[in-house]
């Protein structure tokens, strides 16, 4: 029996590759029978919750389903997950996935990975999988310091951290991550909140619909190793002025609307203002399917690199380009067309000759 | 004018041709069609080529040269020659880079056009070795062959540099004529390969054919040669590299088990070439994914394998180091994963184009933790083609990483290959699971059918391979320790001790169960006299073999035995060892098989060892065998040596 034996359905391009199913299914249908093992409090049960919630609404069927995760405490995911999942090695689930994707375009195909997993030791996978635009969503569980390995410093820190790898306070200057992702011209890149199931499931909703690579970074709380990092942004006292949300074609305003963003001729970027002073029609409109990322990027500037009192939270940016495993699957198929046999391959060109017996 | 009388003819047995140049004389292009007119005329044959790392050193000097051999005969033969009997040198650098290698009597043929005082001084010459005496001991032929192409190619409109570039044709036509090279097969060459360029195609056309009259005109060149076929098995050949042996090899286990090929790679010497081979046949339904480095590149392999395609990854020593972690992975998930190392000189960067063999230990250790994985090797160009479909047949059988050795050597050298008829090649059946596999009782006393992951096959040892996309079969698999055998193969994470010790010993004892499917070592030992075993792995067959034969024809016994599985061992070598007083192992590294021989058997295996980025030549070999005979108390050498050495220099020099 070959692949094309296995009862893997028709292969066609668009986003609906994956077959869905007409029975009726439930968050229970997604969990496995693995007893879940994070530190009571932690952020990812709440997206474990979220994401158990949603795959049902996407109909697709469980078994064209695959989750890949590297190393940490959020890459422990695909095994609470009752479908195909991989749990692989620090750094490398984007190439694992890249590899599944690129083979399979039946499958509907999860990355599951950390601050320390995605932007540290697999830091290079991430940005390529990005330009590349392989079909896939990534969930980088951001909680701003290393869980597993009990307490150091991450990548998305703030500088000055006190951990016990840098009693002194940590000298390096933080990754923003969505600033990043559209360095690399990730055709869809989102940030969201691990208490906010709601926006979470819109936010996760549109990744999958995307075809590319879509990054979503979850602001997930750590209480052990971090916590409060977001406390800012989830305490109802505070998180009016502390959340910017994006909304396609709306206009960008918070602070109970009475703050807005504008554009600022001085640095080409994009400020805050008071929307009293400048009147509403002055106030940007958030255009997350604008082909450049400029405005996006100065947008993911205003994310506070310190303690984090001020975040863009929502859909940074959509926008459609051929994905690089369609297009590889688009070459095999062309060339098909064509091509000789292996018979003929192997024969070669020419210079051949024959001994008779 | 006088009357042309053909000139006469004379029988060689065999001859080694050296093409010497600047790396942008084309050396390599030339040597190649040399190499496959002599494959069509029907010779065998074996070739070396050697060139710079650089791309492009700086012209003219020695670090610059890059040179093609080519050994060919009216016989079967095993190495691409010790001593060329032809130099052809077409710039001072190259004279002086390759004339250490020369035995008196031998021919050169000189471009003397870039004599000059100023390149012979970029080259080292302190006084032109054309006319100081230096080579008395050789038959010069100093020709301006620059001035003669540019001559020749004068009509055709190209600039005084392009001419001269097709110099290295008009010394392929001179050399095909000497050797009465049928140039057919180069004239469609060069027609296809500059078919948008036609003053160019013209040109070297016309060089060729004026390289070939000037031997036939010239009173220089007295006689002509003749190497007559060898005998061959019936078939259809074709002559081959071993880096695209062993591509149409990956497509052949393709093809054989049924599954799309998919290659992720990182450009790498001298592996590269699998790389571009590959890309060149998505029509045969492979997908090749250039990766952003070498770990990306086995990581999109292991992921395309999970997902139900033949993975493959191919990179060089420094590259298996990235992967490495990677490949301990694949061991833990159990899938199959065709790994190629083509080997060069180490360690870190190393000698990018020279060859070596000192990734063994790397192969069998070089990963985290109890970590074992099969091991194959090619010992020839052609057999990177059986040792692939080997590689893969393992890997999917036994749902395993493999390692499959190569070497520079055998990646850019070439000889004539029997092409095989890929429709009568064996099956590589991929099994994948369809079903539930196993019957539970549930909490509540109810039978149910549950999937196993990890439920092995009784005699291979082998788990379930079970691509997505098929409902009931979802599983999750990781690098965490698991259960994994036969009273609980669910595959779930466990850190208990005893599971841990009886998972270590399951992955091994599945690699081990791979020599139930492989047949016994072959001992060749004709006489079944010989106390002397000569063992080898991967490239040192053809020296190796060329010793012996050498040592056999003085009247010695000598026995050889060469390796194709590295791990786990044919079951019988042990036993094959102990049969013989003594026990040689060349290899090109510090005596890897050596030490792995000696740990497993507690044998005497000595090894004899060069690292010199070079193949063992075939000279040495017998030196090195004999020498070791007369440790045994087997006489006459000494004298015999010498006097065997002389006869066939004389042999070689056409005397
Ligand atoms: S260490 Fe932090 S991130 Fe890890 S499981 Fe515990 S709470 Fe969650």
Redesign the pocket.
């Known amino acids: 029996m070959s692949t094309t034996g296995l009862p893997f359905p028709g292969l066609r391009s668009g986003v609906e590759l994956v077959p869905t199913t007409d029975q009726p299914q439930t968050g229970k249908d997604f969990t496995s029978d693995q007893e879940v ?8 049960y709440a997206v474990l919750k979220a994401v158990q919630g949603f795959l049902p609404d996407l109909g697709l069927r469980r078994e064209n389903i695959v989750f890949v995760s590297g190393i ?3 890459s422990r995911f695909p095994y609470y997950l009752d479908t195909y999942g991989m749990h692989s090695i620090h750094g490398r689930a984007p190439s694992i996935a890249t590899g599944i994707a690129t083979a399979r375009e039946d499958l509907s195909v999860w990355v599951v990975t ?1 601050d320390g997993d995605a932007l540290s030791i697999g830091g290079n996978h991430l940005i390529h999988a990005l330009r590349r635009n392989v079909n896939m969503t990534i969930l980088l ?1 951001n ?1 701003r ?1 290393y ?2 390995t ?2 150091q410093y991450s990548p998305t820190s703030e500088t000055g951290k006190i951990t016990k790898s840098t009693p002194m306070g940590s000298l390096d200057h933080p990754f923003n991550p969505v600033s990043l992702a559209l360095g690399a011209e990730a055709t869809f890149v989102a940030r969201t909140i691990d208490s906010d199931r709601k926006h979470l499931t819109t936010v996760l909703s549109a990744a999958a619909a995307h075809r590319g690579t879509s990054l979503v970074e979850i602001y ?7 916590d409060g990092a977001f406390d800012a942004i989830k305490d109802n006292d505070t998180k009016a002025d502390a959340i910017i949300p994006l909304v396609h074609g709306e206009p960008i305003v918070f602070g109970n609307g009475a703050k807005g963003l504008v554009r600022d001729s001085e640095t080409g970027g994009v400020k805050i203002v008071a929307v009293a002073d400048v009147g509403d029609d002055a106030i940007l409109v958030h255009d997350a399917h604008n082909p450049d990322p400029t405005t996006a990027f100065a947008i993911s500037r205003l994310t506070d690199a310190g303690y984090l009192n001020q975040s863009p939270i929502g859909i940074f940016r959509q926008v459609e380009r051929p994905t690089y495993d369609d297009q590889a699957r688009e070459q095999v198929r062309v060339a098909r067309g064509s091509a000789p046999g292996l018979q003929a391959v192997v024969d070669g060109g020419g210079d051949v000759w024959t001994v008779d017996s | 004018m006088t009357v042309e009388t053909p000139k006469p003819v004379e029988q060689l047995e065999r001859v080694v041709i050296r093409f010497a140049g600047d790396s942008g004389d084309g050396m390599q292009l030339t040597g190649d069609r040399f190499t496959q007119e002599t494959a069509v005329f029907g010779n065998d044959l074996s070739t070396l080529p050697s060139f710079p790392a650089e791309i492009r050193a700086p012209a003219g000097t020695i670090p610059g040269v890059s040179s093609f051999q080519l050994h060919f005969a009216s016989r079967d033969i095993l190495t691409p020659g010790d001593h060329p009997h032809v130099l052809v040198a077409m710039n001072p650098a190259a004279l002086r880079a390759n004339v250490a290698d020369l035995r008196p009597g031998a021919t050169i043929i000189v471009d003397t056009h870039d004599f000059t005082a100023r390149n012979l001084a970029k080259a080292g010459y302190d006084a032109n070795p054309l006319d100081d005496g230096s080579l008395d001991d050789f038959t010069v032929h100093a020709i301006d062959l620059t001035g003669i192409a540019v001559a020749a190619t004068s009509e055709f409109g190209l600039s005084r540099k392009d001419a001269a570039r097709s110099k290295n044709m008009l010394a392929l036509g001179l050399l095909s004529w000497m050797y009465g090279r049928p140039v057919e097969g180069t004239l469609s060459h060069l027609a296809s390969k500059f078919a948008g360029r036609p003053s160019v195609r013209d040109a070297n056309i016309a060089a060729l054919r004026a390289g070939w009259n000037f031997g036939e005109t010239t009173e220089a060149f007295a006689v002509r040669y003749e190497v007559e076929p060898a005998a061959a098995a019936p078939g259809r050949y074709r002559n081959v590299t071993g880096n695209t042996a062993l591509s149409y090899g990956i497509l052949a286990a393709g093809d054989r088990s049924g599954l799309p090929v998919f290659l992720g790679a990182y450009p790498i010497t001298p592996a590269s070439d699998v790389l571009h081979e590959l890309s060149r046949h998505k029509g045969l339904g492979v997908t090749t994914f250039q990766a952003e480095d070498e770990i990306a590149g086995i990581g999109a392999a292991l992921g395309a394998a999970y997902a139900g395609v033949l993975g493959v990854t191919i990179t060089s020593g420094p590259g298996i180091a990235l992967k490495s972690e990677a490949i301990g992975l694949a061991v833990m998930l159990e899938l199959p994963l065709v790994v190629v190392d083509v080997q060069r000189g180490g360690p870190s960067t190393g000698l990018p184009t020279k060859t070596e063999q000192a990734d063994l230990l790397q192969a069998m250790y070089g990963r985290n933790g109890e970590a074992p994985l099969p091991i194959v090797a090619p010992r020839s160009p052609g057999d990177c083609f059986d040792a692939a479909l080997e590689a893969a047949r393992i890997a999917i059988t036994y749902r395993t990483p493999v390692m499959l050795l190569s070497d520079g050597y055998l990646a850019n050298g070439s000889e004539p290959w029997r092409i095989p008829e890929i429709a009568a090649l064996p099956r590589i059946e991929p099994a994948f699971a369809t079903g539930p596999n196993r019957r539970v009782v549930e909490k509540d006393g109810s039978l149910s059918d549950v999937f196993w992951p990890y439920l092995r096959d009784e005699s291979t040892l082998a788990r379930p391979w079970a691509p997505p996309g098929v409902a009931g079969l979802e599983h999750r698999i990781g690098g965490i320790e698991k259960a994994g055998h036969a009273e609980n193969g669910t595959g779930d994470i466990s850190y208990d001790p005893a599971n841990h010790d009886r998972m270590v010993r399951l992955r091994q004892a599945k690699v081990d169960a791979v020599a139930e499917s492989v047949a016994g070592v072959e001992v060749d030992d004709p006489s079944g006299r010989a106390r002397l075993l000569m063992v080898g792995w991967g490239s040192t067959y053809g020296p190796i073999g060329a010793g012996v034969r050498r040592v056999r024809d003085l009247g010695h016994d000598v026995a050889q035995v060469h390796l194709r599985h590295l791990n786990p061992f044919p079951t019988n070598l042990g036993e094959v060892l102990r049969r013989y007083d003594k026990v040689l192992v060349p290899e090109m590294n510090l005596g890897q098989l050596s030490l792995l021989l000696r740990a497993k058997y507690l044998v005497d295996a000595q090894p004899l060892t060069s690292v010199r980025g070079m193949p063992f030549g075939a000279e040495e070999m017998e030196r090195l065998i004999l020498d070791a005979l007369a440790d045994l108390g087997e006489r006459p050498h000494r004298s015999t040596t010498l006097a065997h050495v002389r006869r066939l220099d004389l042999q070689e020099a056409g005397k």
């Open positions: 093992r994070w530190c009571p409090g932690c952020g990812d940490g405490c959020s950390g569980f909680n310091i869980g597993l009990k307490g997930q709380n750590c209480p052990i190793f971090n």
